[in-house]
C-alpha cells in the first residue's frame, strides 16, 4: 500500500495544506496539481518578459521550506509545477533544496511546433466548434499536450525526490506513482482507470474532504484546519480515500461523490492520455469513520490522441459596477443599466456582448434564482467585451456619471473606472500521440 | 406532494468551456428513481431560463444514485470569455436544489 496526498487543488490553494500534510501523519507522495488552462498563457507570458520565468513560483520555497522533512521521511513530490519552463522551474527547486535529486518531464510544449503540425495536413479543429485553428494562428499564445502518467512513473524510476512536469493531467499526478510503485502496464486498464478516478477524487484538494460540501455542510467539524486527502493505493486498483487523523474536514461518501461528479461529462468514457475510466463502475462504502473505500472499477484502452491545450488571445473585457439603494432599488438599477446602454449606442459603439446582471437578485442564478422583488440594495454590474479595445476603454467612463446624471442614490463606485482586460480564450484539439515524445531529465 | 429537489438530493456544479455540468446526488437509494422521473433535460433547461442557451443532456450512474446534467452554451462563452460573475457555473447546481418535485 501507498499513500498520495494532494496538497494543491490549483495554483493559489491553501498555502499550508502541504505543510501540514507532510507534517500531521505519515504519507508516501505529495502530489501539487498547480495548473489551470488559463494558467500556461500567463506563465507563457512571463517567460516571454523573463526566460527564467513561466512556472509555478510557489513551488520551489515550498520545497526549500519542506526539504529536510522530505528526505528525513522519504516523501517524494510529484508536481505539474513546470508551467511552459520546468528547467528553470528545476533549478529554482535545487537552489532553495540543494541536494534533493530533481527529475524534470519535458516534451508536452508544443508552442514552437504549430506551423510544423499545419504543415503536416493537421487542422487542430477545436473540439466544441469544429474550427480549424488557422483561423487563430496569430493570436496563439501557448500550446501544450496533456501528457499522461506514464512519463511521470519513468521520472520517479530514476529515483528522483522530486518529479517536476508541464502540463502533465491532472490525474496523472496521482495514477503516476501507482505506475511507478505497481509497476502497472500501459494495457492495464481497469488499474489505471481505478488510479486515474482516484486522481479525480483529489485533484481539486479539499473539495471531496469536506470543502465545498453541501451535505450537512454547517456542521463538518474544524474546516480551519481542513485535512487535504489522501489515497491509500493498493496494488489491485482498489484504494481508500481517507486524511489525516485530528484533522478537520470530513471524508464520506457524500462528499466523495460529489467530487466525483465534479467536472464531469459523460461517466461512462473518462479520456484520459492512459485510459478511459468508467465512472459507472466505482462502488463506494463508508468503511470507517473519514474512510472511503473504493473498487470494482473498471475502464477501456487509451485514445489514439492526446488533447492539446491552446491559449489565444481573443479581444477586450470590462465589467464595471454600481450599488443602488432602497427603495426601489431593482427598479433604479434597470434604469441605469437602459441608460448606459443608449449613451454607448449613441457613441455609435457596438459590442460582441454586452451582459448586465443584477447583484443581489440573479447575478449567479439568472432565472433559477428565488424571486427577490424588493431587495434593500441591489449592485448593477455590466460587462462589455469586443474586438476594439478603445470602444471596450469608452464603455468604463460610462457608469461614474450615472452617480450625479442618473437614478437617484447610487454609490459603490470607489475603485473609480474598472479596468479593462485582455481576454485569452481557451483552444482544445486533438493530436495523433506519436507526435509527442516526453523525455525525462535528471538535475541535481 | 410538491418538494424542492434539495429535500432528495444534494448536487456539485462546475464548467467545461462554456458547458455546466451538474451532479445530482440522492441522499437515498429510493430517491434515485424520483430523481429519474423529475429531474429532466427539459425541466432543467426551463428552469434555468435565458441562462442555458443550448441543449442540456443527461447521464445517469445507478451506482452511485446520481446523474449528471451538461447545459450546453450556459456560461455566457465559459471561463475568460464570459462577463457572467458564476463564469464556472459554481452555483448552478445549488440553484437547482430549488427544482420543485413531486415524490410520494
Known amino acids: 500500500m501507498i499513500r498520495i496526498a494532494n496538497g494543491q487543488g490549483f495554483w493559489g490553494d491553501w498555502l499550508e495544506a502541504p505543510v501540514r500534510l507532510v507534517d500531521q501523519g505519515p504519507i508516501d507522495f505529495l502530489v501539487l496539481d498547480y495548473l489551470a488552462e488559463i494558467t500556461m498563457s500567463i506563465l507563457q507570458k512571463q517567460k516571454e518578459e523573463d526566460p527564467n520565468l513561466g512556472y509555478a513560483r510557489d513551488f520551489p520555497p515550498l520545497i526549500g521550506r519542506l526539504a529536510h522533512k522530505l528526505r528525513d521521511r522519504g516523501i517524494r513530490v510529484v508536481a505539474n509545477a513546470g508551467g511552459v519552463n520546468p528547467t528553470a522551474c528545476a533549478q529554482a527547486v535545487l537552489k532553495a533544496a540543494p541536494g534533493l535529486k530533481v527529475a524534470v518531464v519535458h516534451g508536452d510544449d508544443v508552442y514552437s511546433r504549430i506551423d510544423d503540425f499545419l504543415a503536416k495536413g493537421y487542422e487542430l479543429r477545436d473540439m466544441d ?30 529515483g528522483a525526490d522530486v518529479v517536476i512536469a508541464g502540463r502533465s493531467t491532472d490525474t496523472a499526478l496521482t495514477l503516476g506513482p501507482m505506475v511507478h510503485k505497481f509497476k502497472w502496464k500501459p494495457d492495464d486498464w481497469d488499474k489505471l482507470a481505478a488510479g486515474t478516478i482516484a486522481g479525480h477524487i483529489i485533484e481539486c484538494g479539499a473539495q471531496c474532504s469536506g470543502g465545498n460540501c453541501q451535505v450537512d455542510w454547517a456542521n463538518i467539524p474544524d474546516m480551519a484546519d481542513v485535512g487535504y486527502p489522501i489515497v491509500e493505493a493498493e496494488a489491485d486498483g482498489s484504494f481508500t480515500v481517507t486524511k489525516h487523523s485530528g484533522t478537520g474536514g470530513r471524508v464520506h461518501s457524500d462528499t466523495v461523490k460529489e467530487q466525483l461528479l465534479y467536472e464531469l461529462g459523460d461517466p461512462r468514457r473518462y479520456i484520459t492520455p492512459d485510459c478511459i475510466a468508467d465512472f459507472t463502475s466505482i462502488q463506494l462504502s463508508d468503511s470507517a469513520p473519514d474512510r472511503v473505500r473504493v473498487t470494482g472499477i473498471t475502464g477501456g484502452p487509451r485514445p489514439p490522441t492526446l488533447k492539446l491545450s491552446i491559449s489565444y488571445t481573443n479581444g477586450w473585457k470590462a465589467i464595471g459596477t454600481l450599488v443602488y439603494s432602497w427603495p426601489q432599488a431593482l427598479g433604479k438599477a434597470r434604469a441605469a443599466d437602459s441608460i448606459v446602454r443608449a449613451r454607448l449606442a449613441a457613441l455609435g459603439l457596438s459590442y460582441e456582448e454586452i451582459y448586465t446582471e443584477f447583484f443581489g437578485v440573479n447575478a449567479c442564478q439568472g432565472a433559477a434564482a428565488p424571486p427577490n422583488p424588493d431587495p434593500p440594495e441591489v449592485q448593477l454590474r455590466i460587462g462589455v467585451r469586443g474586438q476594439d479595445r478603445k470602444a471596450v476603454d469608452r464603455f468604463t467612463r460610462e457608469l461614474i456619471p450615472l452617480v450625479l446624471n442618473g437614478p437617484p442614490g447610487a454609490t459603490g463606485f470607489g475603485d473609480g473606472r474598472p479596468p479593462v482586460r485582455e481576454i485569452v480564450a481557451y483552444w482544445s484539439a486533438l493530436l495523433p500521440r506519436e507526435e509527442i515524445n516526453t523525455r525525462v531529465e535528471v538535475i541535481s | 406532494m410538491i418538494v424542492p429537489l434539495g429535500r432528495i438530493a444534494h448536487t456539485r456544479s462546475g464548467d467545461k468551456g462554456d458547458m455546466c455540468n451538474i451532479g445530482v446526488i440522492a441522499f437515498k437509494p429510493e430517491h434515485y428513481p424520483v430523481i429519474l422521473r423529475a429531474v429532466t433535460p427539459a425541466r432543467v433547461k426551463e428552469f434555468f431560463g435565458d441562462l442555458v442557451r443550448g441543449r442540456v443532456e443527461r447521464f445517469e450512474l445507478p451506482n452511485l444514485g446520481a446523474i449528471n446534467l451538461l447545459l450546453h452554451e450556459s456560461l455566457g462563452g465559459g471561463g475568460t470569455v464570459s462577463l457572467h460573475v458564476d463564469a464556472q457555473g459554481k452555483t448552478y447546481g445549488a440553484a437547482l436544489l430549488g427544482l420543485e418535485i413531486e415524490v410520494d
Open chain 1, 129 to 158: 466548434t469544429g474550427e480549424p485553428i488557422s483561423t487563430i494562428r496569430k493570436q496563439i499564445l501557448s500550446a501544450n499536450a496533456y501528457i499522461g502518467a506514464f512519463p511521470l512513473a519513468e521520472a520517479l524510476d530514476t
